[in-house]
């Protein structure tokens, strides 16, 4: 975390760097993070420059060396999410898709009705208190030539079903 700082790009980001760096237990206090690259304010890298929190030019930041990082990617919305009205319930539990967040109550979006053609013409928010995140399986690549070789087989003698 020596000598990292981070472009902070609008005031919604700034609060974000700021956190950022108060989760890894730099002192930010007395730091507003209001300048940003888009009101063009010159001194708008906020991180850690031998040891002291501040908000860095880019010539500071370039004469002490210091590493220009961004922010961890963050899951946007919409998403679908698993929800659920209950503490105890899971019986309820769904899949439905997020449009956002309204405190610590996670907006969602449902179909109530449908027109002539069976397309989808309206909807309606619905809030719940309890989510969380579903695990997204990875994509796996894998060549017809390896399959083969798994099973000491020739290519041209594979039949791969759906």
């Known amino acids: ?36 690259k888009s009101d063009n304010m010159p001194c708008r890298y906020f991180g850690v420059i ?10 500071e930041v370039e004469n002490h060396n210091a590493k220009i990082i ?3 990617n963050e899951k946007t919305f919409p998403r679908n ?8 319930g899971t019986k ?5 898709y997020c449009i956002g967040f309204a405190g610590d109550i996670l907006a969602t979006k449902h179909p109530v009705g449908q027109n002539m053609t069976g397309m989808d013409e309206s909807f309606e928010v619905v ?6 995140e579903i695990e997204e399986e990875p994509e796996v690549e894998i060549s017809m030539q ?10 041209d003698k594979l039949k791969i079903k759906k």
């Open 1 to 36: 975390m020596e000598n990292e700082v981070i472009e902070v790009l609008d005031l919604e980001h700034g609060q974000k760097v700021k956190k950022y760096w108060e989760d890894r237990g730099v002192d930010t206090s007395g730091y507003f993070v209001t300048t940003t």
């Open 50 to 59: 031998y040891g002291m929190f501040s908000n860095f030019s880019m010539s």
């Open 70 to 72: 961004t922010l961890p």
């Open 81 to 88: 999410m698993k929800v659920w009205n209950y503490k105890e």
């Open 92 to 96: 309820n539990v769904r899949t439905a």
């Open 127 to 132: 809030w719940y208190k309890y989510y969380e």
């Open 146 to 155: 390896e399959i083969a070789d798994k099973f000491n087989v020739s290519v």
